[in-house]
């Protein structure tokens, strides 16, 4: 069992936590003395803050804002508007049906052009970063959080961009990777998104 002010829930000792899949709507969860306080997952467009969905729609918004010379083009701009064929009216079509894992699927593209240094990229992780901040800090202001366990590729990719006391809270989950079996915490919040896969 960790040490160091972690508090650990084993076997039958704790009860009702849920099973977590990184495929739900991105939220913040608090599990305490048994039970949860949830903030956010009310499903994409008007929730999923820090998700990738979302994350993906503020680019689709930059990118046809770029065709109308309104913000810089961008390689990051350039490699999605390859995507589309160069078609504005085709970016169009696609928002019409697209669902939150056709946004999400920007979501490696916007990390690997933020490594390289697009300014795009980089406002867009930033803004990501700030939103789960958000949820992260509410729930440990509601409950005292003091472990964080964040969930799906964009939980374990965001974590360098976020401020460093959050990311002193951070930690994985007892028994594994974040996204199998039941996490049986106290005290933890815990974060979760659409993107699937590693940038």
Sequence with gaps: MPTGGR???HGGGAKKEPFLSPVQDHAGILL???QQQVIGGREFPISDQGGGAVMGLHLIQQVLLSVD???PHTPLVQHVMS???HDVDAIVSWSKTARPCDYGQFSPAIFS???EGDSLAIALLNQTAAD????????????????ICL??????HIQPWLVPPLKARLALPQGGMPWT??????????TFTHFKGPP
Excluded: P, T
Aim: proline share 0%; glycine share 12%.
């Design 181 to 190: 079996g039941q996490l049986r915490w106290q005290k933890v919040v815990i």
């Design 83 to 85: 995507h589309f064929g």
């Design 69 to 71: 010379d309104i913000v």
């Design 132 to 147: 789960v901040e958000m949820l992260l800090s509410a729930l440990i202001k509601r409950g005292g959080a003091e472990q």
């Design 113 to 115: 052009h933020a490594a």
């Design 151 to 156: 969930m799906g590729s964009i939980g374990e």
């Design 7 to 9: 508090v650990w829930v």
């Design 32 to 34: 305490k003395d048994n």
